[in-house]
């Protein structure tokens, strides 16, 4: 289970098993045991509770981290005193990590991006199709195909994309949207005028942003102050057939509102994430024509996971080398991330 390279690095593995093996494939192991002696967390256990792993917890250089791991706790901490950094193959480490680490001078790394990459990627597959309403004319045309007009829908030249949040994957969405022949809105309480235009975006207000798009795309980290952000009267500025895209989390859209929106026909939407998630079995939305809905699928999946792992392992890399980690979380990222 474990292996002994000849590397000054001790890793320990504090993830659960089903991680652990969509993250870890076999190549992405292999690279792993050749930079650092690797010692796993047995499953369904947490640092402390656990006597090897309390015993081992002295001798760590690193904790690579991923999905089920224990709360990296001040005890963690103090039991580690060698730990020089915290890699997690994974998104959000708001809730893993205690800021104490920082203090300590623990480097701090998310596997975020990689994530981050495949949302992009479904967002602006996403924005094509919508643009030519190719979801509501596949409903309509299972229906009755004589009937099914395209010409009667906008198409995509010229259309007004606006993107609600200039987070990792709203930054990405917007630099790969530089390649179509749309316009691009952008909306983010962070970002400046030279940042919006550096995305060859054009930054706007919110009222704006909803007013003005054909499509919009939600892409705001969940926090207390964006829950519920997109109301009911937000979402009156949209224009009439327009869509609304949400890749980012449910609830940052007042559920009710979007319902009402969606059932009047008066706006499409394409949902990968929902409030509730999943969707109840008599949700309306399930059955419009209007609404097409995923099963939370544009985040990684599949083969798409192992990315995280060879990200968190590439950091490691870095870190043996002398090199500063590509995708480090400072302290005062945490007030911003999800």
Known sequence: ?????????????????????????????????????????????????????????????????????????????????????????????????????????????????????????????????????AFRLAAQYRIDRRKTDPHGMPGSYGTTVGLLGASRIGRMVAERLRTFDLHVLISDPYLTQSEAADLGAELVGNDELFGRSDILSVHAPLLPETTGLVDARLLGLLRDGSVLINTARGKIIDAAALERECVSGRIDAVLDVTDPEPLPPDSPLLDLPNVFVTPHVAGAVGNEIARLGELAVSELERLTTGQPLQHAISPADLGRLA
């Open 1 to 133: 289970m474990s292996s002994e390279p000849d590397s000054a690095l001790t890793v320990m593995l504090a993830m659960n098993d089903a991680s652990r093996a969509r993250v870890l494939v076999p190549r992405v192991m292999a690279r792993l045991e050749a930079t650092a002696t690797v010692l796993p967390v047995g499953p369904g256990t947490t640092f402390l509770d656990d006597r090897e792993v309390l015993a081992a917890l002295p001798d760590v250089d690193v904790l690579l981290t991923g999905w089920g791991c224990p709360r990296i706790s001040p005890e963690v901490l103090e039991a580690a005193p060698k730990l020089q950094a915290i890699l997690h193959a994974a998104g959000s480490v708001k809730a893993i990590v205690a800021p104490e680490a920082f203090d300590r001078g623990v480097q701090v790394s998310s596997a975020a991006h990689a994530n981050a990459l495949p949302v992009a990627e479904f967002t602006v597959a996403a924005v094509v199709l919508a643009g030519k309403r």
